[in-house]
């Protein structure tokens, strides 16, 4: 009878060990998920800023494209006007 009641504390003094390592382990999993959720939403907020500066360079590229090409039209546009104005011993081909 005696060797029983010795197991049976046992098993409970083993069974409140066991209950306080899964506590420890639920505790752990839960810290462990903070910090897998934390990651991602850093990882997000990367990703959106990284795609925030492409396309900023993108528009920044758009904008340097469209100077240049409307430099070209300007200059295009002058050459056609000087072109086009006749000098002082060319007739203008519009008499009055």
């Given at each position: ?41 850093a990882?997000?907020?990367?990703a ?29 546009v ?19």
């Amino acid at each position: 009878m005696n060797t029983i009641l010795l197991k049976l504390e046992s098993l409970e003094k083993s069974q409140k060990e066991t209950s306080q390592d899964v506590s420890e382990l639920k505790e752990s999993f839960k810290l462990l998920d903070d910090d897998v959720t934390e990651m991602k939403r850093a990882l997000a907020e990367k990703a959106n800023r990284k795609e925030m500066n492409t396309l900023n360079r993108n528009i920044d590229d758009l904008e340097n494209r469209s100077k240049k090409g409307a430099e070209k039209d300007c200059t295009s546009v002058e050459k056609f006007v000087q072109a086009g104005t006749p000098h002082e011993d060319q007739p203008s081909g519009f008499e009055r």
